[in-house]
């Protein structure tokens, strides 16, 4: 086996991998959940959400954060680094490593979130302003830094080598896979845990996003049907929250262990639409740009990608532009390719969603089953490929893409290999 890549650089492989996602709370369950259409949506629970015109979410349920730390250190955590530590364990159970990463200087972390742990610095400005100063806690503000996701899995691993964080808005859990490859290739670390997480359904956020009109406001009283990713009807996206943890290794570091390997990050990308805060850019080139470096990082053609993991977020705007990306780049092999998006049931857990997605991606090549796009009943016209509708189909595949598109023009794309799972 050659165990470099075209460029001589050492060959990147998944080997473990954790989730918390509003349809399951590890990956075996939530991988189920997206096979089978269970609808992580649902009216909001963590507030009252009478007022706004969206009031459904893609919440995480039957978490307990007691069941992966102690509950002191849960409650100096922010939600978003309660999900990082859940998922970061299972992932390193997964890849055979119950305590710690044997070989801590050369292991290290990326890892990334959209929006941090703001809820919990309100929660204590909250409490500042009903009963004091001398009730905040200590916690209160550095526990909702963006970067405690990145410091609390590296103290869980105890990895000592490279550590960052990446924040790209909806782009963040793709570019912080991309990173670690990078830190691997580059021989700066044998293991890195990349990712990315969500934890905010907070009125804020919720308010925030509806001022912008992005989000669903016409299925309230019909949640699970609310994502719509394609549809001629597709009003908007939903807000979601969880975590995506990956174990990234050396090629042949994960041989010379005997571990199981999922997938093969082949290549990655990033780039910049230049155009507008909020609106992606109509004739998709920042997309295509993405898409595009990611292969010739791989040193893969077109017409080798079977699968695509759309960003696709039920919005107007950019499923049709991620759709026209898809042609322009691919030409008459887009009507070929399966393409679909899981936050259909999941809805979008913004940082967390790449991550998310990147897993039921590895899956997907893994199984050779492909995650359908549920809800698909109103095709619209613009958007004529293969979205895999409302039914998992089995497909042998050897490459496929994850896609992310994040506000401020940020795309992210991750190209996977498949690997025989018993190597």
Known sequence: MNYLNHRNEPRVVITGMGMITPVGNTVKESWEGVLTGRSGIDVISRFDPEGLPCRIAGEVRGFDPADFMPAKEARRMARCSQFSVAAAREALDDAGFPDTVPEPERSGVVFGTGMGGFDFADHHLQIYRNKGFSRVSPFSLISSLGNMPSYHISVLAQTKGPISTVVAACATGVQAIGEAAEQIRRGRADLMLAGGVEGIIHEAALAGFAAIRALCVTHNEDPQSASR??????????????????????????????????????????????????????????????????????????????????????????????????????????????????????????????????????????????????????????????????APRTKQMSYALSNSFGLGGQNACLVLGRMNGHL
């Open 229 to 390: 990713p394609f549809n001629i009807d597709r009003n908007g996206f939903i807000l979601s929250e969880g975590a995506g943890v990956l174990v990234l290794e050396r090629l042949d570091h994960a041989l010379a262990r005997g571990a199981r390997i999922y997938a093969e990050v082949a290549g990655h990308a990033s780039s910049s639409d230049a155009y507008h805060i909020t609106a992606i850019d109509p004739d998709a080139k920042g997309a295509v740009r993405a898409m595009s470096w990611a292969l010739a990082d791989g040193d893969i053609k077109t017409d080798q990608i079977d699968y695509i993991n759309a960003h696709g977020t039920s919005t107007p705007i950019n499923d049709a532009a991620e759709t026209i990306a898809i042609k322009k780049l691919f030409g008459e092999h887009a009507y070929d390719l399966a393409v679909s998006s899981t936050k259909s049931v999941t809805g979008h857990a913004m940082g967390g969603a790449g991550a998310i997605e990147a897993i039921f991606t590895a899956k997907a090549l893994e199984t050779g089953v492909l995650p359908p796009t549920w809800n698909y009943e109103n095709p619209d016209p613009e958007c004529d490929l293969d979205y895999v509708p409302n």
